[in-house]
């Protein structure tokens, strides 16, 4: 697991951003008001199942919450070496995703992406989010609201609140970085 004290900032963050007070995440958690605040202030570590509870309530993968690799003290928060990414896990068949930010904390999040050969997901999604995301390489084709559009390599777009839905039918995996606001992870 991440260190606590991450561990904590990144569950404020996820919470806040999804306009949860402390008391409602508690109560949903079955965990009371001092102890999710103790948690959240790095003085208290959850157990697994605490942590499984957190993550469905928020919406997001347990795997978030785990994969940190140690750090020098002086780059902790601020690099993030290739090494040393959080796995996100597959939210999707066929898409592997890494978090590039140090933490959840700030306005926005930057995820690393790899949509693999001849995968898709084929129900729209919407977030209330503003995403800006940027093709390193391969093709992909997306839809946003109902239209359609081929990416390449040095593309990019934006998804705004839309539904969206993508497909890799190549042969070759397709790689992005997204730059997403508010962190939905």
């Known amino acids: 697991m991440s260190d606590d004290k991450t561990l ?10 999804r306009g949860m007070t402390l008391e409602e995440l508690a109560k949903g958690a079955g965990k009371s008001l001092g102890w ?25 993968p347990m795997s978030i919450f ?13 690099v993030v070496r290739g090494s040393a990414r959080r796995e ?3 939210r999707d068949d066929g898409l592997v995703e890494a978090l590039i930010s140090p933490d959840l904390t700030d306005d926005f999040e930057v995820i690393h992406s790899t ?22 390489s391969g093709k992909l ?3 946003i609201g ?11 777009f934006r998804i705004k609140g839309s539904e969206y839905r993508w497909a890799n039918p190549y042969d070759d995996p ?7 606001s508010p962190p939905v992870y």
């Open 88 to 90: 996100i896990g597959e």
């Open 174 to 180: 397709a790689v992005a970085i997204w730059v997403i």
């Open 66 to 78: 785990f994969g940190v690799a140690d750090a020098p003290e002086e780059e902790k928060g601020l």
């Open 36 to 60: 999710l605040s103790q948690v959240e202030r790095g003085l208290s570590t959850p157990s697994v199942d605490d942590m499984h509870r957190i993550a469905q309530l928020l919406d997001v």
């Open 8 to 17: 904590g900032q990144d569950i404020r963050a996820l919470r806040n951003t």
């Open 115 to 136: 949509f693999l050969p001849h995968t898709a997901l084929k129900d729209s999604r919407r977030r209330a989010t503003s995403e800006v995301v940027y093709l390193v």
């Open 141 to 143: 084709d997306i839809w």
């Open 146 to 156: 109902d239209s359609p559009f081929q990416i390449s390599s040095g593309d990019s």
